[in-house]
Structures are given as structure tokens and as C-alpha cells.
């Protein structure tokens, strides 16, 4: 059997997934502080909330290329933009496989931020487009390196894609940055993808800092966003994007949707009552979040999202310590793609007893803390 180059035929496991499954198979609990799944971590959801999904009109199948016109209005009001420029998805890992398609012929490139979510390299190899990154670099926050920004555009270069609020360094791009950016994309005739699925859960911002692009009418813009984290419902499997861009790239984003029509109608017809959850469930992720990160004695400065990044001297053999000594497990700097070691991620998301006695056994072994 032959097979697509586009999937890797190396399936080895790491040493840290291969610890955490001997050790979930001999039954030995776990201090989980990566837990990024607020179905699991203790989030309260009102009763009955579900029972928008048996409305009766889910029964229909009226397919519409960017979805119903009705959900689509909902995303607008929400969001105070024209429902011209909405666009339904089934996540927003199905979003970015549309715009690589609207963009990218294969083997053209995508610009993705170093350190940030590792899905992006999936994603791009599976639409074959190659994957440069930019650096982000460190100083009592966090700013684009704009140098290693500028030398990975090439003539194959279609897109630059933002992750704002960052995961996992929770940092918002700031208006100068954004400025340069913009500067940059129309001077290359680039689009920019800004994946904005944390914006909910602002902690500290920076005055100066840029919460949204949603509103910056050049180049062509695309802001990401969906009810996994807006409501706290990744199983929900519903997206959106909302696009500034002209009408011929809209028109074909049209075709590449009507291709796939993948959003469900009952979700999408229960989409006003889920989007009530949002207040209740962000809030409750906001305190949960202030409060663990107010327990770490020492992090990297945090102005969104549910992460934090902590320095350690020994990044490797701090996580693999604390995995086997203590039975906590955290995430090393490397499964982000940080440019040097000395970093592990930890959520904030967890529930408070894990996290406060996760939190005695990295005293106990993290120097300095």
C-alpha cells in the first residue's frame, strides 16, 4: 500500500507520553496541570442547556455554503460586524484548511509564530503547504521578532498567521506591532490569519496591546473564533471566521464551503442560547484562571488565556522528575516549539485541588521557587 507524504510514517511516541501511559496503566493517579478540556475540569453549565439542540427544525436540511443565515446573524450581533462577513465552520482547524485552500497553491508557505500551538505544522502538511516560522522573543513580555519575520518571506509566502491572545505565552500583539504588520502584508500582497479563540479571556492586558484585528480593513484579514472556547464546548463543533477581504476571495471561499457544508444545523440553530453561556462560563474560567495563577511564585508575564509558561534551568529533566518522583505531569517548553529550552507550560485551567497540590511538589523540586 502506497501512501501520502503529507502524513509522517513516524509514530514513535516521546518519553514523557510513554511515562504518563505506564503510568495510567498500573493505575497511579495523576496531578494533571495540563488539563485544557473545560468539560473535564470542573466548569459548571447550567441544566438543560442542551435542549436548544432538539429544536424541531433541525429536521430540515436547508444547506447554505457559509451557513445559516440565522446562526450567521447571531456570530454578527455578537461580534458587531456585517453578516456578509461571517463564515461557519465545524472548527477552527477546518477553518484554517479553507483559507490554506482559498491561499495557497501546494507547495506554497504560511508564516507561523515560534513558540505557539504545534497543530499549525498538521494542518499546513496535510493542505501540502509548508510551514516558516517568526520569532517571538521575551522581554518583561512578549513582541514579534520582526527580523526573522521579514526573512522568511519568500515569493511563495501567501499568509501570516497570528495567534492573539498567544498559546501558550497568553500575550496580545501590541498597535505598533500592528502597524509593521499590516505594512509588511500589503507591501507582499500577504493575507493575515488571526486566530483569536482565546480573546475571551483577557487576565492583564497592556494598555498598548491589540485584542482584535477584526476591524483592520487591510490586507486581507481573517479573525478565527468558536464555541470551544467562547462557551467552554469543544465538543459543540462549531466555528467561525469573520473576513475582510474583497469580494473575489470571498467568492471563492464560497465554493471551497459549499464543497464541504459541514456545519451541523442542529448546533448551528441552537447557537443563540449556547452564546448566552458565554458571560457564566467565561467568567468562571477568568476567576479560575486569576486565582491558580496568583498562587505561582514565578512566571512569565500572562495578559490572557488559560496557560502559563514558567523558567526552569532544566526543562527536560524537570518535567520527566516531576512526572516520575511526583506523578505530576506538565508540559515541556520543546511540545511548543520555544526557540531555546528552560521552559515548562502549565494550564491554569486546572481544577484548584490538583493545581494547589501539583503546585507543593514544584516547590519542592523547581530551584528558586
Not at 51 to 61: E, I, M, T
Not at 129 to 140: I, K, N
Request: with cysteine.
Amino acid at each position: 500500500m502506497k501512501y501520502s507524504r503529507r502524513i509522517s510514517s513516524n509514530f514513535t511516541t516521546n518519553s514523557l507520553s510513554r511515562l504518563t501511559e505506564a503510568k495510567r496503566a498500573d493505575g497511579e493517579r495523576i496531578l494533571d496541570l495540563t488539563e485544557s478540556n473545560p468539560t473535564h475540569a470542573g466548569i459548571v453549565y447550567p441544566d438543560g442547556f442542551l435542549n436548544a439542540l432538539s429544536n424541531p427544525d433541525g429536521v430540515l436540511y436547508e444547506p447554505e455554503a457559509f451557513g445559516l443565515l440565522s446562526a450567521r446573524e447571531t456570530v454578527a450581533r455578537e461580534y458587531g460586524t456585517s453578516v456578509a462577513r461571517v463564515v461557519l465552520a465545524s472548527s477552527t482547524s477546518e477553518a484554517y484548511s479553507w483559507l490554506f485552500k482559498l491561499l495557497c497553491d501546494p507547495g506554497c508557505e504560511v508564516l507561523i509564530p515560534r513558540p505557539s500551538y504545534p497543530l499549525f505544522d498538521y494542518l499546513a502538511a496535510l493542505e501540502s503547504v509548508r510551514v516558516h516560522h517568526y520569532g517571538l522573543f521575551y522581554d518583561h513580555g512578549w513582541f514579534i521578532d520582526f527580523h526573522t519575520l521579514e526573512s522568511a518571506i519568500s515569493e511563495r509566502t501567501r499568509a501570516i498567521v497570528l495567534v492573539n491572545p498567544n498559546n501558550p505565552t497568553g500575550h496580545y500583539i501590541r498597535r505598533q506591532e500592528l502597524d509593521k504588520l499590516v505594512e509588511l502584508a500589503m507591501r507582499h500582497q500577504l493575507a493575515i490569519i488571526s486566530d483569536e479563540v482565546f480573546a475571551g479571556y483577557a487576565i492583564d492586558p497592556d494598555p498598548d496591546s491589540v485584542q482584535t484585528l477584526r476591524d483592520v480593513k487591510e490586507p486581507c484579514v481573517f479573525t478565527l473564533h468558536g464555541l470551544s472556547k467562547a462557551v467552554g464546548l469543544p465538543q459543540m463543533k462549531l466555528a467561525w471566521m469573520i473576513a475582510n477581504c474583497p469580494p473575489e476571495a470571498m467568492a471563492r471561499l464560497e465554493i471551497i464551503a459549499d464543497t464541504y457544508l459541514s456545519a451541523a444545523t442542529p448546533v448551528q440553530l441552537a447557537l443563540p442560547s449556547l452564546l448566552e453561556l458565554r458571560p457564566s462560563i467565561e467568567g468562571q474560567i477568568r476567576a479560575r484562571v486569576k486565582a491558580n495563577l496568583a498562587l505561582l511564585p514565578r512566571t512569565l508575564r500572562v495578559e490572557a488565556g488559560w496557560y502559563a509558561v514558567v523558567p526552569v534551568q532544566d526543562e527536560e529533566e524537570t518535567v520527566e522528575r516531576l512526572l516520575r518522583e511526583r506523578n505530576v505531569l506538565v508540559q515541556p517548553g520543546y511540545f511548543y516549539d520555544f526557540e531555546r529550552s528552560g521552559y515548562i507550560v502549565i494550564s491554569l485551567l486546572t481544577p484548584p485541588p490538583v493545581f494547589r497540590e501539583g503546585l507543593t511538589a514544584l516547590r519542592d523540586m523547581i530551584p528558586g521557587w
